[in-house]
């Protein structure tokens, strides 16, 4: 097992430089047992434990001034069951290199988010998801799970083996142990046409239902200032495969979202009152085009540019209405946001925590350009989602407690009394749990 520093003078600091940490221990464990023996003597010596991944939560979830645990030695495929068609994976994989894999062996998840830079248990564990009418998050696809609970001991758990701690532990939040292996749903290797062009938005949201509908998966991004959306819709395609041009695909991919939507969104910070020219011009810069290839080359694309996340899931039936208040806002206030609004679905499922928990859902993601202050912002946003009972992501910027939380999830009890029995003495307990959850 090996030590390691996070940064500077040993802080860690997250991806969005949202939170920054001191722990006053860190390690690497290098297998399940020295994983298990670091959270034992952890407790011995009185620290709180907290298993961090790539650090793309905006969220303090992953704090902690006690024991810090780094699972990027614990990476790989432990095993396929091509019968069973699922895959069991180290905690520690990153999304990409899962991806890759899995598609050298013929594989695929059926869905997944469009970043992939998290590790496979720190995307499952705050709730990550794509867009899906019927196919759901990353973690409504795994089917069995391995994690190290407060007393150091090994629980396994799944539909049929400690049934309980899988409906909650999927997404668990860091608060019912260290996930060490993830077993999940995968499927062969298939190809997605993606469709993606402009819309006004006045058509995209009086077609919202009928575009959810015709499409497996349909998301779009609306920009504040402006009345234009961008769409995407992805659906299972017989081929031929025909992916976009290499030429083509780094201009628009890296040189316009990324190099000069970067170099748009740091003149919008120096000079607020340029920004709703600039989102004009951004919102036209992005044209139609179709493409085949396989999923994660579809569902997932680079983000250099970084920035803070609000994200809440409301029901699907509000989403046209809030995202109407959430226009309305904008264009009466003096804001001014150079970051387009994303929104995305996904169908009810049975996990306990998660954000589409029981509900068909639909998310509205917020941002800003890192360094650019977005209170005043996210403040009016969350009034708004939390006026449709939105439900917050859990790793992505909000102001809820455990109270909140409770009105929202109907089977916040059962997770807190699994939380009661699992680790009483609150070994992974931070403040953002307690916020959350309760003391």
């Not at 973690?139 to 090994?154: C, H, K, P």
């Not at 234009?228 to 041009?245: C, D, F, I, L, M």
């Not at 992501?393 to 089977?411: F, L, Q, S």
Request: glycine share 8%; hydrophobic share 40%.
């Amino acid at each position: 097992m090996s030590s390691t520093a996070s940064g500077r003078n040993g802080t860690w600091r997250n991806w969005g430089g949202t939170v920054a940490a001191r722990p006053a221990r860190e390690v690497a464990p290098a297998s399940v047992e020295e994983l298990a023996d670091a959270v034992r003597r952890a407790a011995e010596d009185g620290l709180r434990v907290k298993a961090v991944g790539s650090g793309h939560s905006f969220t303090s979830i992953a704090v902690t001034d006690g024991l810090l645990i780094h699972p990027h030695l614990l990476t790989g495929i432990r095993h396929i069951d091509r019968e069973a068609g699922t895959v069991t994976v180290e905690a520690g994989t990153p999304l990409k290199r899962l991806n890759v894999a899995l598609a050298r062996e013929g594989l695929s998840l059926t869905n997944m988010g469009d970043i992939m830079e998290q590790t496979v248990s720190g995307a499952t564990s705050t709730g990550t998801h794509g867009t899906g009418r019927d196919s759901a998050s990353i973690a409504a696809q795994i089917r069995g799970l391995e994690l190290v609970t407060a007393d150091g001991s090994v629980l396994t758990c799944s539909e049929r083996r400690n049934p309980d701690v899988f409906a909650a532990a999927r997404i668990g939040l860091g608060a019912l142990g260290v996930v060490t292996a993830v077993t999940l749903a995968v499927e062969p290797l298939f190809l997605l046409t993606a469709r993606e062009e402009p819309m006004t938005f006045d058509r995209v949201t009086g077609s919202f239902d009928e575009l959810w509908a015709e499409n497996e998966h349909f998301e779009f991004y609306w920009f504040p200032h402006t009345e234009s959306t961008h769409t995407k819709r992805n659906n299972r395609s017989a081929g031929p495969e025909r992916p976009v041009g290499q030429v083509k695909g780094w201009f628009e991919d890296e040189f316009l979202s990324n190099g000069v939507f970067q170099v748009a969104n740091r003149v919008g910070r120096a000079v607020p009152a340029a920004v709703p020219a600039i989102a004009r011009i951004s919102s036209r810069a992005l044209s139609a085009r179709t493409y085949t290839d396989i999923p994660y080359k579809v569902f997932t694309s680079p983000r250099r540019v970084r920035f803070v996340e609000m994200e809440y899931a409301v029901p699907r039936e509000a989403a046209v209405a809030t995202l109407r208040e959430l226009k309305a806002m904008v264009d009466r206030s003096r804001l001014r946001i150079s970051f387009p609004v994303e929104v995305r679905t996904a169908p009810a499922d049975d996990i306990t925590l998660s954000t589409a928990s029981g509900r068909d859902t639909a998310y509205i993601a917020v941002h800003m350009f890192q360094g650019t202050p977005h209170q005043a912002y996210f403040t009016a946003a969350e009034r708004i989602f939390t006026a449709h009972e939105g439900r917050p992501h859990w790793g992505k910027v909000h102001t809820r407690d455990a109270e909140y939380v409770a009105g929202v999830w109907p089977r916040f009890g059962e997770f807190t009394a699994l939380r009661d029995r699992l680790d009483a003495e609150r070994l992974f307990q931070n403040d953002y749990l307690r916020r959350v959850l309760g003391s």
